[in-house]
């Protein structure tokens, strides 16, 4: 293989690093913005089950206690 042949390679290589490596920093931050809508998500549930208000309310569906 020529040298030429190999800097090629090798800056080709170079700039799919540092793509995948921007494309891994954004998906850690996306990551991190859904794992706190969950939490807050599950924190909301949990409130909302300790006041008794936990079931989904549907327009089309009678209460239990008819």
């Known amino acids: 293989m020529s040298d030429q042949k190999?800097?090629?390679e090798l800056a080709f290589l170079r700039a799919a690093?540092?793509?995948l490596s921007d494309i891994v920093a954004r998906q850690g931050k996306e990551i991190e913005v859904l794992n706190r809508r969950v939490q807050m998500l599950?924190?909301?549930a949990a409130e909302q089950e300790s006041e008794g208000g936990g079931g989904a309310v549907f327009?089309?569906?009678r209460p239990p206690h008819y």
């Open 6 to 8: 190999i800097e090629e």
């Open 17 to 19: 690093t540092e793509d």
């Open 42 to 44: 599950l924190k909301r």
């Open 59 to 61: 327009s089309d569906e």
